[in-house]
């Protein structure tokens, strides 16, 4: 199982939507942490996220991440992979999941 701890391997404050919005975009980390498990398409290993230790999410950091990857690879996919882990705020996992069912442009 591949973990990203995302305070721990990207930010503590993660930013917005697109890399020209600032540092720790959404799309930098869909890009660089996300992605690069789902090129191969027979891959199927688990991939464990961790979301507590942050200040805060933008919801346009989450859609741009977790909605990117499903409008990209699908959702049936993407759910399928991702496991969310959050004890501090178990709600950020149904609004995570609820971008990847519903990516922007499907709404």
């Known amino acids: 199982m591949v973990k990203i701890d995302i305070v721990k391997d990207f930010s503590d404050t993660p930013g917005g939507r697109k890399k020209v919005d600032g540092p720790f975009s959404g799309e930098d980390f869909r890009e660089r942490f996300l992605e690069k498990y789902f ?43 991702l496991k969310f882990i959050s004890d501090e705020e178990p709600l950020l996992i149904e609004e995570i999941e609820n971008y990847i069912n519903h990516p922007e442009g499907e709404r």
Request: charged fraction near 30%; aromatic fraction near 10%.
């Open 39 to 81: 090129h191969n398409q027979s891959d199927s290993e688990p991939i464990e996220i961790v979301l507590d230790g942050v200040i805060g999410y933008s919801t346009s950091f989450l859609e741009e991440a977790f909605g990117g990857l499903a409008r990209k690879y699908g959702k049936d996919k993407v759910l399928e992979r």
